[in-house]
């Protein structure tokens, strides 16, 4: 899948759940697969409330981003 073809993917995603990702600054601290693994498992406009429930609970109750350190730069997958 295309960069291009996983953002239309997420926003379409978002939307169906009833969360606008143009004002929901916690999309910024998680991977599109990790958003789109949540957001298939979501209902219908679940909202945003449900979206940071199951992204809470999926990372053991920490929402935060992963320090910088956490990552290989040469590999953003890891």
């Given at each position: 899948?295309?960069?291009?073809?996983?953002?239309?993917?997420?926003?379409?995603?978002?939307?169906?759940?009833g969360?606008?990702?143009?004002?929901?600054?916690?999309?910024?601290?998680?991977?599109?697969?990790?958003?789109?693994?949540?957001?298939?498992?979501?209902?219908?406009?679940?909202?945003?409330?449900?979206?940071?429930?199951?992204?809470?609970?999926?990372?053991?109750?920490?929402?935060?981003?992963?320090?910088?350190?956490?990552?290989?730069?040469?590999?953003?997958?890891?």
């Open positions: 899948m295309t960069d291009n073809q996983r953002f239309t993917m997420l926003l379409a995603e978002f939307r169906r759940v969360v606008d990702p143009d004002t929901f600054s916690a999309v910024l601290s998680i991977t599109p697969d990790e958003a789109l693994r949540v957001l298939h498992d979501l209902d219908d406009d679940a909202g945003p409330a449900a979206f940071l429930a199951r992204l809470r609970r999926d990372r053991g109750g920490d929402a935060r981003p992963p320090a910088a350190h956490d990552h290989d730069v040469a590999n953003p997958e890891s």
